[in-house]
C-alpha cells in the first residue's frame, strides 16, 4: 500500500468522525440518548484510531540505526495493534455499560428529531469516508475477496478504516433502530438495546483486528506471487542453478527482507560467484521492489541438506 493512498482514506475518516463526533453528543444533550452517546464514544475512539494510524505511520519513516538496523516499519503495525486493543475496546466496553444502565433505569426520550437528524447526517458522512476508503482499497486489492483482502494486507491500515467505517454504519442502522423503537413504543429499553448491540459490534471489531494485526508483529512473509517472483529472479541457469532454500519476512508494510541459500557449481571461482550474487541481488529489486535486504549464500547443492530445509520454506 502507498503511504499516499493509506493517508488519503485516514484523513478522510478522521474529518468525518469528528464532525460525526460532534453532532452526536449535541443532540444526546437534547434528547438523553444513550445509543447516541455511546455513538458519540464511538466516534471519538475512531478518531482517536486515526490518529493512532497517522502517527504510526510517520514514526514509521525515522531512518535506521544502529540500535534498530532494519528501521522502524513495524510501527505502522505497532499502532494498529493498539487501535485494536485499547480504543475499539474501550469504546465496546463502555457502550456495553451505558446499554446495560439504560435497561436497567430506562426513560423516554426527549426531542427524538435531534437523534435522527444527527443520525442521517452521519450515515452520510461515514459513507463518504467508507466510499474513499473502498476506491483506495480496490486499487491494492486485485482479485481478492474483501476477506481475503483484510486477511492478507501487509499494511494495516486500509483494512483498519474499512472494518471502522464498516462497524460505524451498521452501529448507525442499530442507533436508528432503537431510537425509532423507544420512540414508537415509549420504553427505553428499546434504546438501551440498541447501544449493547453497538457494543458488542465493536468489541467484535477489536477482535477481528486484533487477530490480524497480532500475526502482522509476529512477522509474516512475502505473499506467493511475490515468493514465485523472487525465486525466478534468483536462477541465472548459468552460475545461479537452483533455489536451496529461501526465508522472507516483513520489517513493514513496504519493506522485505530474502535471506536465501543459492545453489552455485563447483567449480566457479569466487569472483564468478560475487558477480552472479550481485546480479541476482538487482534481479530481486526489479522484479519485487520492496525487497530492500537481500542476504544470498553460495553453496553446492545437496539434495539430503536442502530437503532438511523445506519446512516452512518461503
Do not use: C
Amino acid at each position: 500500500m502507498s503511504a499516499s493512498g493509506g493517508t488519503k482514506a485516514i484523513v478522510a475518516a478522521l474529518s468525518a468522525n469528528l464532525a460525526i463526533a460532534a453532532a452526536k453528543f449535541v443532540a444526546f444533550a437534547f434528547s438523553g440518548s444513550s445509543s447516541m452517546l455511546a455513538e458519540g464514544v464511538h466516534s471519538i475512539a475512531d478518531s482517536g484510531n486515526q490518529g493512532l494510524l497517522l502517527l504510526g505511520g510517520k514514526k514509521a519513516k525515522r531512518a535506521a540505526t544502529a540500535e534498530h538496523p532494519f528501521g522502524y516499519g513495524r510501527e505502522r503495525y505497532i499502532y494498529g495493534f493498539l487501535v485494536s486493543i485499547v480504543l475499539f475496546t474501550i469504546g465496546g466496553v463502555f457502550a456495553l455499560y451505558e446499554g446495560w444502565e439504560k435497561i436497567q433505569h430506562p426513560h423516554p426520550l426527549e426531542n427524538w428529531y435531534w437523534p435522527v437528524g444527527v443520525l442521517l447526517f452521519a450515515v452520510i458522512a461515514e459513507g463518504f469516508s467508507f466510499r474513499t476508503a473502498i476506491k483506495e482499497s480496490n486499487a491494492l486489492r486485485g482479485r481478492q475477496t474483501w476477506i481475503q483482502f483484510i486477511r492478507r494486507a501487509k499494511a494495516p491500515e486500509l483494512p483498519v478504516v474499512l472494518l471502522e467505517d464498516f462497524g460505524a454504519l451498521i452501529g448507525l442502522v442499530l442507533a436508528l433502530g432503537g431510537v425509532a423503537l423507544t420512540v414508537a413504543t415509549g420504553s427505553g429499553i428499546w434504546d438501551g438495546m440498541g447501544t449493547m448491540a453497538i457494543g458488542a459490534l465493536l468489541v467484535l471489531i477489536a477482535l477481528v483486528l486484533a487477530a490480524e494485526t497480532k500475526s502482522l508483529l509476529l512477522g509474516e512473509a512475502a505473499g506467493p506471487d511475490q515468493v514465485a517472483k523472487i525465486r525466478a529472479a534468483l536462477v541465472d541457469g548459468d552460475v545461479v542453478t537452483r533455489v536451496i532454500h529461501m526465508r522472507t519476512l516483513h520489517l513493514g508494510p513496504e519493506e522485505l527482507l530474502v535471506a536465501a541459500k543459492i545453489a552455485v557449481q563447483h567449480d566457479d571461482t569466487a569472483a564468478e560467484v560475487a558477480r552472479a550474487i550481485d546480479a541476482a541481488e538487482a534481479r530481486i529489486r526489479e522484479a519485487v521492489p520492496i525487497a530492500r535486504v537481500i542476504y544470498l549464500e553460495p553453496d553446492i547443492y545437496d539434495e539430503r541438506a536442502a530437503a532438511a530445509h523445506q519446512p516452512g520454506d518461503s
